[in-house]
């Protein structure tokens, strides 16, 4: 059964960091991409970055480039989301999602994934 389970939410300052981790069960973890959203309420959920398997592709989303960058542990099943220089308007519940497809692209689109976490709230304010 496959299990996504995100952590590492938190209360932080503008101009601070964070990393979240997604700790994934359940399925061949190398093989498959994996992304990040976020979603605030009376919006939709958006994609944040994503991560294709083997590690090969990555992609983020505009707002994101240049302070957040995303990476996996293999032998570890888990992602990672490095959030840098955080902005109140990154503030949002951040789920992961799998994508049960093989291959080595990914996408930010919330169509492109089968399987969700249940989220990690993400807070920026002074």
């Known amino acids: 059964q496959v299990q996504l389970v995100e952590s590492g939410g938190g209360l932080v300052q503008p101009g601070g960091s964070l990393r979240l981790s997604c700790a994934a069960s359940?399925?061949?973890?190398?093989?498959?991409?994996i992304g990040w959203f976020r979603q605030v309420p009376g919006k939709e959920r958006e994609g944040v970055s994503c991560?294709?398997?083997?590690?090969?592709?990555?992609d983020y989303a505009d707002s994101t480039k240049g302070r957040f960058t995303i990476s996996r542990n293999n032998a570890k099943n888990t992602v990672f989301l490095q959030m840098n220089n955080l902005k109140p308007e990154d503030t949002a519940v951040y789920y992961c999602a799998l994508d049960r497809g093989y291959g080595t692209a990914c996408q930010l689109s919330i169509a492109g994934y089968d399987y969700w976490g249940q989220g990690t709230q993400v807070t920026v304010s002074s």
């Open positions: 359940g399925f061949t973890f190398d093989y498959h991409a």
């Open positions: 991560i294709g398997g083997q590690h090969i592709n990555t």
